[in-house]
């Protein structure tokens, strides 16, 4: 299993294009075969920060869901909307568990 988790942030003025960006991907991947959990959060710090998490099954899985048009799509939409690349982080999971 593999974990990801992203940090995004927006250009000022362009927030809710990310949003929409964001929600748009969101749907698409959720229905992937092997993506447990794709689930963006808004910063309520600095509401132009976002965070990621993502969580698949295995790395074919992930491998499959980089080459998809509505990844590249979203990549593409980004470009002009954030302030820096991306900070993506990959965690591979040995176990994954409800609760503490």
Known sequence: MLAIAV???AKPGKR???LRAARICSGKTRCEAGNVD??????IDDDRTFFLFEHWESR???????KAP???EFRAALKDLLEAP?????????AFKNGL
């Open 16 to 18: 809710e294009e990310a």
């Open 70 to 72: 509505h990844l590249a």
């Open 86 to 94: 991306a900070d993506i982080r990959i965690y591979e999971v040995s």
């Open 7 to 9: 940090t995004y942030k």
């Open 60 to 66: 074919e899985a992930l491998d499959a869901h980089l």
């Open 38 to 43: 794709y689930t963006f959060y808004a910063g």
